[in-house]
């Protein structure tokens, strides 16, 4: 078999960079190109350091050296990130948050799979392990938080930063709250489009006094739509967490949670998914498990899209009725609900820290106005 060199950059001209409209090649994504025997070993630099784009890039470049160089050629593929320059990308990178580290968003795609509960049950696990931590009640359509933490009747104060008024979160179980759920009347349906949600939602992070803090997780409502994607583009989300039940309904939704996340231009790592609902155990045969909903789902679909696993939870009563009456189960000293909680939480952890070590900081995109992105 023979071939040049130039056959193969001819062949990565055919493929255009992602978002540019110029190819790999004219883009300068291909900083080197390397041919021995039948083996070519191309590296390419991207700037999307999603899981997803890097396995779209090699391959394209595999399929196109195939289709028009040499079916039998041997083709490896070095991906790496490098984030653009700042001016040269175009979104705004936030305001820095210097006081808090770490922002985890809990999506879920499908409602009513437990995003609260896991979000309520991990800040409560977090606290417990020493953090500092707060959670963002950003479910637009129907916020929990505040009756999960059992302080429904609770209003934030405003207090003095500084010579800056800002809002002072609730506090309970160790974890700084704030949710929509303050400032609605719960009898009346709030209807929020995108921009305004997520206008709002930032002045409950940067107007707000959060004090120092390690994580602050935000409660999301479910689904994919409008309201979601302004959201996430307007928050710097350091991860997600998706959060599923094993039916197969409710995995597709997941799916297209995670897809969300890893869309070009809103770009928010995945921290993984956590399976709940995995199995029902009655409260007085805790060995006993029935796979009512199937078995394994959410695992699978985390191995499919490359994703960890974060754990899975049983369906018992105790944590329905815990959320209910304002004392999550993660409370509960001693308890195989409370050790759940903790092997998950562990779990993101680790998944976070290791984000932050391979990964630059989330960007996002301010909005400002009800028409449009503005670049301050
Ligand atoms: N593992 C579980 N075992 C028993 N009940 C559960 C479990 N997880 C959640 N629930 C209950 O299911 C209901 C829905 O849970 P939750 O509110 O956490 O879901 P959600 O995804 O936040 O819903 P929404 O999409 O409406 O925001 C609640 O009543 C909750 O107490
Ligand atoms: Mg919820």
Redesign the pocket.
Known sequence: MSFKKQDIYNALETITAPGEGKSLVENENVKNVVTFGNEVVVDVVISNPSLQAKKKVEVEIMKAIHQHVDQKIDVKVNVKTEVKPKEEVNQIRGKEIPNIKNIIAIA?GK????????TANVAITLAKMGFNVGILDA?V??P?QHIMFDVEKERPLSVKVEGRSKMKPIENYGVKLLSLGFFTNPNQAVIWRGPMASKALNQLIFDADWGELDFLLI?L??GTGDVHLSIVQALPITGAVV?STPQNIALADAKKGVAMFQQEAINVPVLGIVE??AYFTPEELPDNKYYIFGKSGAKNLAEDLETAFLGE?????S??EG??VGHPVALQSGTKLEESFKEITQEVVSQLLKRNANLPPTEVVRITTMSGCSTK
Do not use: A, E, F, L
Request: glycine fraction near 18%; charge should be negative.
């Open positions: 879920s409602g009513g799979v437990g995003k609260s509960t896991v479910d359509y129907g929990s409660d409502p479910p959060v709940n609902m939870i049983p369906i018992v009563q944590i329905r959320g209910d």
